[in-house]
Antibody, heavy 123, light 113 residues
C-alpha cells in the first residue's frame, strides 16, 4: 500500500519561502499514470488544491497561487516538493501531499494522502 | 474555476437515521467522451487527512461501507448515509476533478442529534 509523508518546518516567517517535501513509500513515484499533488487546508476552512506534477516533470498550477509556487520531483529519492514564496499569515494551513491515478480503471480522485503538516506563518 | 457549493454547512442526524448532503457545481463536471461525472466525496475526521469515499459520483471506494452512496450528474450531486453510525461523525467534502484547478466544496459538518 502506497504511503505519503510530508516533512518541513512548522513555522515560517512572513515574506520568506515555505518549503515542504513529500516522501513516497510502497510505490515508485515514477509509476505511470500517477499524479502528485499538494493540497492545503487553512484552520477551520475547506481544501484548496495547489499544484500537481507528473514524474516526467510536467506540472499544473492553481492560477490563484501560480506566481508564488514551484512544485518539483526527485525520482531518485522518490520525493516531490513544494516551494511557496512571499508567504503571509493567509498561507497558514495544514499542507497535505496527495496522489491520484488517471486512466483506465483508476478512480482519478485523490486516493492517497499524507497525514498533513501544519505550517504557521508568523514572525 | 468550477465552484463547488455544499449544503447544508452543518447537519445533525439521529443514530440510525438517514443523512443527506448536497453538492452543486457551477458548471457540469460530466465529460462527454466517457460519460463519467468527475465528482468525488471525502470523509475527514479531526486530525486526519480526507479519506476517499465515492468517486465517479457513485462508485464506492474499496472498503467503504455500503450505507454510503453517491448519486447525481452534471451539476447536482448527493451523498447519502442510509443509517447513521457514531463513527460517521466527520466533515464531508465534495470535489471536482474534471478540470484544473481542481476544487472542493466548503465542507459539511455531520453530527449526532
Amino acid at each position: 500500500q502506497m504511503q505519503l509523508q510530508e516533512s518541513g518546518p512548522g513555522l515560517v516567517k512572513p515574506s520568506e519561502t515555505l518549503s515542504l517535501i513529500c516522501t513516497v513509500s510502497g510505490g515508485s513515484i515514477s509509476r505511470s499514470s500517477y499524479y502528485w499533488s499538494w493540497i492545503r487546508q487553512p484552520p477551520g476552512k475547506g481544501l484548496e488544491w495547489i499544484a500537481n506534477i507528473y514524474y516526467s516533470g510536467s506540472t499544473t498550477y492553481n492560477p490563484s497561487l501560480k506566481s508564488r509556487v514551484t512544485i518539483s520531483v526527485d525520482t531518485s529519492k522518490n520525493q516531490f516538493s513544494l516551494n511557496l514564496n512571499s508567504v503571509t499569515a493567509a498561507d497558514t494551513a495544514v499542507y497535505y501531499c496527495a496522489a491520484n491515478c488517471s486512466g483506465g480503471a483508476c478512480p482519478a480522485a485523490f486516493g492517497y494522502w499524507g497525514q498533513g503538516t501544519l505550517v504557521s506563518v508568523s514572525s | 474555476d468550477i465552484v463547488m457549493t455544499q449544503s447544508p454547512a452543518s447537519l445533525a442526524v439521529s443514530l440510525g437515521e438517514r443523512a443527506t448532503i448536497n453538492c452543486k457545481s457551477s458548471q457540469s463536471v460530466s465529460y462527454n467522451s466517457d460519460n463519467k461525472n468527475y465528482l468525488a466525496w471525502y470523509q475527514q475526521k479531526p486530525g486526519q487527512p480526507p479519506k476517499l469515499l465515492i468517486y465517479w459520483a457513485s462508485t464506492r471506494e474499496s472498503g467503504v461501507p455500503d450505507r454510503f452512496s453517491g448519486s447525481g450528474s452534471a451539476t447536482n450531486f448527493t451523498l447519502t448515509i442510509s443509517s447513521l453510525q457514531a463513527e460517521d461523525v466527520a466533515l464531508y467534502h465534495c470535489h471536482q476533478y474534471l478540470s484544473p484547478p481542481f476544487t472542493f466544496g466548503q465542507g459539511t459538518k455531520l453530527e449526532i442529534k
